[in-house]
């Protein structure tokens, strides 16, 4: 069998299972199994694939064809301008996080040395990225799990970045008092009545400690606007993630605890995404 029938059978196998993608699904995977890229794939669609090979390719489409998201197949995922690993462990980097980087890259200068942490880093792409455009700050980063803070430790590494950013398993509320210039953050904010509705890929696979909660979906923005109240310097900035619908409370949690709103970005739907705010009191 040739690659193009592999990619053909890929393609047919997927699209039974009502995937969307499954074209593109059937070459991703193809090129995983053949360690090359896609488009190495498609100028060589007459190469043979290998008996083994080919088996393997099988065992990923069935992965896939039970809605695992493919980041997780790939392990891999592309955010901002970097590739990152990822593995059920982490969430999957997404698009309209990458707001967080374009606004907090407006906040510091080429050659800033800014202090910044990122809380619940999770695959560390957030963090891992603003110091590969801001070499020069200082990065610290934490999360509550393990498995997540061991794949921010591989990501930093396999980005040079080992010994410039510090990783720290850490509750939120048992971060030491040091003083920061910027905390960023992409906190879960799923109320947990909204988990059943959430697309099955991410229902299934992706990690709920990341996703949910509570029952308003704002314990953990609360819990951090309070916490960068102390962690910050005077001045300092907070950009963090929200969650449809939260853009009036969090504008007005962030008023009564001595924060100025900056900024409100929107994601590509033209949904409040991205908080920019000042600590002034």
């Known amino acids: 069998m040739d690659y193009l029938k592999a990619i053909n059978f890929g393609s047919n196998f997927l699209k039974h299972y009502k995937n969307i993608n499954y074209g593109l699904d059937s070459e991703l995977i193809l090129a995983k199994v053949l360690n090359l890229t896609r488009e190495q794939v498609l100028i060589n669609l007459n190469n043979k694939i290998q008996c083994k090979i080919f088996k393997r390719f099988k065992k990923l489409l069935l992965r896939r064809s039970k809605n695992e998201p493919i980041a997780y197949i790939l392990e891999k995922k ?42 619940g880093t999770g695959s560390g792409c957030i963090i891992i990225s603003l110091m590969n455009e801001r070499p020069k700050c200082i990065g610290n980063a934490v999360d509550i799990c393990k498995k997540a803070l061991e794949i921010a430790k591989l990501n930093a590494k396999m980005h040079h970045l080992e010994n410039k950013i510090k990783f720290c398993n850490n509750d939120i509320d048992n971060i030491i008092h040091n003083k920061y210039d910027l905390i960023v953050s992409n906190p879960p904010y799923i109320k947990k009545q909204d988990l059943a509705r959430l697309d099955v890929d991410v229902r299934l696979y992706e990690p709920l400690l990341a996703l949910e909660a509570g029952e308003d979906g704002l314990k953990i923005i609360k819990k951090l606007i309070i916490k960068s109240k102390d962690l910050l310097k005077i001045n300092g900035r907070l950009v963090f993630e929200i969650g449809k619908g939260q853009v009036e409370y969090s504008k007005n949690f ?8 900056n900024k409100i970005s929107k994601d590509i739907n033209l949904i409040p995404r991205v908080i920019v705010s000042t600590k002034i009191i």
């Not at 969430?91 to 309209?96: F, I, M």
């Not at 962030?254 to 709103?261: A, C, E, Q, V």
């Open 78 to 119: 592309e955010f901002w301008k970097y590739e990152f690993f990822v593995n059920k462990d982490v969430l999957v980097p997404r698009p309209e996080t990458e707001l967080i980087i374009e606004e907090t890259l407006n906040l510091i200068k080429s050659n800033s040395s800014k202090r910044l942490l990122d809380i």
């Open 254 to 261: 962030l008023k009564m605890n001595g924060f100025y709103i």
